[in-house]
């Protein structure tokens, strides 16, 4: 259910998780240091670059960010508001970046190979009592909950369009977190059912 994995040859597909979720992490740490609006428009358009490189569809960069776009609108208007249109477009475009790597990521890689990866990297908190196992386990789905959620609100959203309550916060915020907390309960029973023991 949270594999977001798109079959592909590319080199991002080839590559092992290791560097991919190094380069993420980087990335996503140059994109909060930066503070430069045309930078932010110039990274953006290097990871749509990626997409290309693996083979990917523009619309499949649109897919991951589509559901969130009442989001950006939001926090444009607020930053616009408290702050003006260039920090509104800058705050929105990191973000958009942001969700567009780490979905790239996802999209290239499996998520049995990112879980074996992070276990294998976290090995050194054993003796201080983590279990590399549960974090690498919850580091891959907390990765992989993020555009499914955003998909989530969309449908929701949708739904109660069509019933004319989009306007409404409660409406809308009842239904997510509702099956948001049943998938997380889904997701639960299927690691327990195939007696996955970290």
């Not at 509104?88 to 990112?114: E, F, G, H, P």
Request: hydrophobic share 55%.
């Amino acid at each position: 259910m949270l594999d977001l994995y798109s079959p592909g040859t590319s080199l991002l597909h080839r590559m092992r998780p290791a560097p991919k979720m190094l380069a993420l992490m980087i990335g996503a740490t140059l994109l909060f240091l930066n503070e430069s609006l045309p930078l932010t428009v110039a990274a953006t358009v290097l990871v749509l670059a990626l997409y290309f490189l693996a083979g990917l569809t523009l619309r499949q960069a649109w897919n991951q960010i589509r559901p969130l776009l009442w989001i950006f609108a939001l926090f444009f208007a607020l930053q616009w508001y408290f702050s003006g249109l260039t920090l509104a477009a800058y705050v929105v475009l990191r973000l958009a970046a942001l969700i567009l790597l780490a979905s790239l990521v996802t999209l290239t890689t499996r998520s049995s190979d990112m879980i074996d990866t992070m276990t294998s990297g976290l090995r050194f908190l054993k003796p201080f009592g983590v279990n590399p196992a549960k974090v690498g386990l919850a580091i891959s789905l907390a990765l992989r909950f993020i555009p499914v959620l955003a998909q989530i609100t969309q449908d929701v959203r949708e739904a109660q369009k069509a019933r004319g309550l989009e306007r409404s916060v409660i409406a809308v915020a009842m239904p997510v977190a509702i099956r948001t907390i049943k998938m997380a309960d889904d997701i639960s029973d299927a690691i327990e059912s195939r007696g996955y023991r970290p």
